[in-house]
């Protein structure tokens, strides 16, 4: 039998929200992995986990509706502490209300928060956002490469115990955009991680939290410097172009996905990849992919790089990482990582330079990755990769 704790919005004067998790929000497409943006959800409960970096005794989430066409109703929503997989720890389980009511409507290209919910979490742990949808929501705005299991049970499962009627699964977030939380004083050090698929995740273990910024995360917290670390990153995207299946690019979402984040005071860059990558080679998702030269690459990262600091965030710049062996691998391809690398490490551009590409090089061959820190594919790092970018990372920098 299902059981929930229900509760009202929490009682205060005007709380301060800090960021606890964060992700980059995408038009519906198919992706890497089978998802269920496209069709959307008609009677039907998803459940989504995500890891926080920051700490509270509140919570609030944000839902996008970025990309729909139509008003998004949302039925009903809850917030848990996370078990396992689908499960929740007992007692733990919160309605959700927005404005006070159980259920909300997000109008096509808009966000809503919920109101407050009691929950106690520290860094490095877990929540559960349920949400159900009792008439069809259409395509839905989603984050494609999440690394992280989702899960959907037919009809109404916001307070379901049992994690076995979640029968569905895939790896992506859907409608999730921030989970921010209360209890503490503002924060203006977090540091957001924009980028691709390398800052994504792409080829870190599902559900491990072994992404690069997770592991930058651990290093500020086990140097005594603990904050939230915001991930950013969308897998495929471009700095120059718009992409129907990788999101937009870099100049067009910078604004929402680092300068309005909460309490931002700093932003690892990098990207880059793909437009080189995408410009040498023809592929079918591989578009738009017009010739382009390192020179534009870097106009493009000096805008990106003044809107920051006009912000008041500091920058530090990321080296593109090796990628022979890859099918982006060219003469052409490998001169344009050369001049844009040399760019980053010698400009004045930024506040620090992350060398990722000489801290993840196999020393016998500086233009691919080094074997121990290759995925497999020769150009996105496995999880010894990542933790060797967020090592790569000066800390004082930050």
Do not use: C
């Not at 059981?3 to 005007?14: A, V």
């Not at 949302?74 to 502490?81: E, F, H, K, P």
């Not at 410097?225 to 992409?243: A, F, H, K, M």
């Amino acid at each position: 039998m299902n059981t929930h704790t229900p509760t009202s919005p929490i009682p205060s004067i005007s709380p301060t929200w800090n960021a606890g998790w964060s992700t980059a929000v995408q038009r519906p497409s198919t992706g890497f992995e089978k998802n269920w943006a496209e069709e959307g959800f008609a009677d039907q409960t998803v459940r989504q986990v995500v890891r926080v970096t920051g700490d509270g005794t509140a919570a609030r989430v944000k839902l996008s509706n970025r990309y729909g066409t139509a008003p998004l109703e949302v039925t009903g929503a809850t917030l848990a502490r996370t078990a396992d997989g689908a499960a929740t720890e007992p007692g733990t389980t919160r309605r959700l209300t927005f404005g006070g009511a159980p259920s909300a409507s997000i109008p096509a290209g808009g966000e809503l928060y919920s109101d407050a919910a009691e929950v106690t979490v520290a860094a490095f742990e877990s929540l559960t956002v349920t949400l159900y949808f009792a008439r069809p929501t259409g395509p839905a705005t989603f984050h494609a490469q999440a690394f992280t299991t989702a899960y959907r049970a037919a009809g109404d499962q916001l307070t379901a115990e049992d994690p076995t009627v979640f029968d569905e699964t895939t790896v992506s977030w859907y409608y999730l955009a921030d989970v921010e939380l209360s209890g503490g004083p503002a924060r203006r050090d977090n540091v957001v991680v924009f980028g691709d698929s390398i800052t994504d995740g792409f080829g870190s273990t599902v559900d491990g939290n072994h992404r690069y910024p997770d592991a930058l995360a651990r290093r500020l917290a086990a140097a005594g410097t603990p904050r939230p670390v915001l991930n950013s990153g969308i897998g495929g995207n471009l700095l120059l172009n718009d992409s129907p299946w990788y999101g937009e690019r870099a100049g067009a979402r910078f604004e929402r996905d680092v300068l309005r984040k909460p309490g931002a005071g700093s932003v690892v860059l990098l990207i880059g990849l793909n437009d080189i990558g995408f410009s040498e080679i023809d592929l079918p998702t591989y578009k738009p992919n017009p010739p382009l030269t390192a020179d534009e690459l870097i106009t493009a990262y000096q805008q990106l790089t003044s809107r920051a600091r006009a912000a008041g965030i500091r920058v530090t710049g990321g080296t593109v990482l090796p990628f022979k062996g890859s099918e982006y691998h060219t003469p052409i391809a490998e001169a344009k990582r050369r001049t844009l690398n040399a760019w980053i490490r010698d400009s004045d551009a930024f506040d620090a330079v992350a060398d990722f590409a000489h801290a993840l090089a196999d020393p016998t061959d500086p233009d691919a990755l080094h074997p121990a820190y290759d995925s497999g594919d020769h150009k996105h790092p496995g999880d010894a990769g990542y933790r060797a970018m967020a090592a790569a990372i000066d800390l004082a920098a930050l």
